[in-house]
Nanobody
């Protein structure tokens, strides 16, 4: 079972990147997925989320209108399309998949997986 994030790189301000978060060993459609980022000296922050089922999305105010999160069920992958990138978007980006189910005793159990980080650097 593994979650793999990739797609980072070096891009100029105003440029675009697409990050991928691929699941291996489980079906990502059953999980809510979030993208997080952590810049040097700062706490990790949530960037964007997509729910299971109806696929509702949400974005941090700092990226609203510039980033788009989406699912590709056939590829078992969630993407983060990042446009109009700014230097302040520079960070290590992580994806997280989370679901909840009930065990044999009727107790809720939360299961989550993190992908390894991918570096995004926005600089001229």
């Amino acid at each position: 079972v593994q979650l793999q994030a990739c797609g980072g790189g070096l891009v100029q301000p105003g440029g675009s990147l697409r990050l991928s978060c691929a699941a291996f060993g489980f079906t990502l459609d059953y999980y809510a997925v979030g993208w997080f980022r952590q810049a040097p000296g700062k706490e990790r922050e949530g960037v964007s989320f997509i729910s299971t089922g109806d696929g509702r999305t949400s974005y941090a105010n700092s990226v609203k209108g510039r980033f788009t999160i989406s699912r590709d069920s056939a590829k078992n992958t969630v993407y983060l399309q990042m446009d109009s990138l700014k230097p302040e978007d520079t960070a290590v980006y992580y994806c997280k998949a989370e679901t909840m189910y009930y065990n044999d005793y009727g107790q809720p159990v939360v299961a989550n997986y993190w992908g390894q980080g991918t570096q995004v650097t926005v600089s001229s």
